[in-house]
């Protein structure tokens, strides 16, 4: 309902401009393999710099393959002159920074680019009056097919947004109907990461951080949660305090995020029965160091309500297992995803919160099996299908044609899956 009144309130701003409907580029099938044969994809966000869209997406537009797609990024806010700012605008083909254009004219603009392929990585609902989105530019529908992803884990309620990227894990069809959009699976995991790339010297054992460097003790074992404390709810809570009532010298640790926070849950423990030195709260710490020192933890607690996004990618990707719980929501269901895409992430999803606590349990006590699920995870990291950008590239870049074909055969929007094949890619044979 939020999602359909948000959208509708972009309708209203769209019809204020009072542009015409906009003229599409013709349903042509696209050939490939010339400048004059490509998809052109167009990336709508005000993420572009320093923040977490471009931490995970920072190679992907300079991945696409140009032999058959071009790649426009249309960024809604200002340089911040930072390096995932410069670096996304040296490696996309056509970078354009529109910040300082009225929505009318971005939406011209896309139009006059022959954009077929429009993509949201902004949809962020109501509160994307803080965040920078301009969903209003998609209301006015510039491209013929328009997409979201990335930007909002749930639906948008648009019916102007055509198609949602996901998996089959985290959007399972039973639960379609809680989507506006049509459902397209890509292989794997729908979340990308540019960690491979960018993060590659987190791995060098020779890097690694002391758990004295952070003040953790040496000798209990030490449940973690980096998720901002907003995510948590009392049952969790609850439970983890369940959990280190039930392990031995164990400690929960937890981030000041924000730091308002850290009292109340210390005084939510104290009535549950937890010491005071079971839980510890460090701050937030900059990306590479919020990874390596992930590793110096035992097992990472995810928060069922909304999980782990781009934190479950970066205590994966530091090795370190985690146990989930996927509800039904699609923000309930990523951290599953993740985990599935490393090939070992059947040992950290569990069905309900009385699992929840028996695993965290079982894996605390049984050191050994956890030790081999850490070794495994650690050794998964760089062949598994979660980390490898250019394997989810070409994936997506399959949805894309397929959405394409789709529109070009006259048929509406229809949910489909994503084939790690190229029979519809880059053109249909």
């Known amino acids: 309902m939020c999602s359909r009144k948000y959208a509708a309130h972009c309708s209203?701003?769209?019809?204020?401009?009072s542009?015409?409907?906009?003229?599409h580029p013709p349903p042509l099938p696209v050939?490939?393999?010339?400048?004059?044969?490509?998809?052109?994809?167009?990336?709508?966000?005000?993420?572009?710099?320093?923040?977490?869209?471009?931490?995970?997406?920072?190679?992907?537009?300079?991945?696409?393959?140009?032999?058959?797609?071009?790649?426009?990024?249309?960024?809604?806010?200002?340089?911040?002159?930072?390096?995932?700012?410069?670096?996304?605008?040296?490696?996309?083909?056509?970078?354009?920074?529109?910040?300082?254009?009225?929505?009318?004219?971005i939406a011209r603009m896309i139009n006059e680019d022959q954009i077929q392929i429009l993509v949201n990585l902004n949809a962020v609902i109501l509160s994307s009056f803080l965040q920078g989105a301009r969903n209003e530019i998609f209301a006015m529908q510039p491209a013929p097919v328009q997409v979201s992803y990335m930007g909002f884990p749930g639906t948008t309620g648009a019916t102007y947004i055509h198609y949602l990227v996901t998996d089959e894990f985290v959007s399972p069809m039973c639960y379609s109907h809680i989507y506006s959009e049509k459902i397209v699976h890509l292989p794997h995991c729908y979340f990308v990461n540019d960690y491979k790339q960018k993060?590659?010297?987190?791995?060098?054992?020779?890097?690694?951080?002391?758990?004295?460097?952070?003040?953790?003790?040496?000798?209990?074992?030490?449940?973690?949660?980096?998720?901002?404390?907003?995510?948590?709810?009392?049952?969790?809570?609850?439970?983890?305090?369940?959990?280190?009532?039930?392990?031995?010298?164990s400690a929960l640790w937890l981030l000041r995020f924000p730091a308002a926070g850290e009292m109340r849950l210390r005084?939510?423990?104290?009535?549950?029965?937890?010491?005071?030195?079971?839980?510890?709260?460090?701050?937030?710490?900059?990306?590479q160091e919020h990874i390596r020192r992930s590793a110096l933890a035992d097992l990472f607690l995810d928060t069922p309500l909304c999980n782990a996004h781009t934190t479950g990618t970066d205590v994966l990707?530091?090795?370190l297992p985690m146990v989930t719980l996927p509800l039904e929501k699609m923000a309930t269901r990523?951290?599953?995803?993740?985990?599935?895409?490393?090939?070992?992430?059947?040992?950290?999803?569990?069905?309900?919160?009385?699992?929840?606590?028996?695993?965290?349990?079982?894996?605390?006590?049984?050191?050994p099996k956890l030790q081999d699920l850490t070794n495994r995870l650690k050794a998964a990291r760089l062949t598994c299908p979660l980390f490898d950008t250019a394997r989810w590239v070409r994936n997506l870049e399959r949805s894309y044609f397929k959405m394409w074909n789709l529109y070009c055969s006259g048929q509406h929007p229809q949910p489909f899956k994503v084939a790690e094949n190229d029979l519809e890619f880059p053109y249909d044979h």
């Open 267 to 287: 005084a939510h423990a104290a009535a549950q029965g937890v010491q005071p030195d079971q839980i510890i709260f460090t701050d937030v710490a900059m990306k």
């Open 12 to 17: 209203v701003v769209a019809s204020r401009y």
């Open 31 to 105: 050939r490939g393999g010339g400048r004059n044969g490509r998809l052109k994809i167009g990336y709508v966000s005000s993420d572009f710099g320093n923040h977490p869209l471009s931490h995970l997406m920072g190679s992907v537009f300079g991945m696409h393959d140009r032999e058959n797609v071009e790649v426009f990024c249309y960024a809604l806010s200002p340089n911040d002159g930072t390096e995932w700012r410069l670096r996304i605008q040296s490696e996309t083909e056509h970078f354009i920074d529109v910040s300082s254009m009225a929505s009318d004219m």
């Open 199 to 249: 993060n590659l010297d987190v791995l060098d054992p020779s890097c690694q951080p002391k758990r004295s460097d952070y003040g953790l003790p040496e000798d209990k074992f030490i449940f973690a949660c980096f998720n901002q404390l907003y995510k948590m709810d009392p049952e969790i809570f609850i439970t983890w305090c369940n959990i280190l009532k039930r392990v031995p010298n």
């Open 19 to 23: 542009l015409p409907s906009f003229n």
């Open 317 to 319: 990707w530091a090795g």
């Open 334 to 367: 990523v951290a599953g995803s993740l985990c599935l895409a490393t090939g070992v992430g059947e040992e950290m999803i569990v069905n309900s919160m009385k699992e929840y606590e028996e695993k965290a349990v079982s894996l605390a006590l049984n050191r």
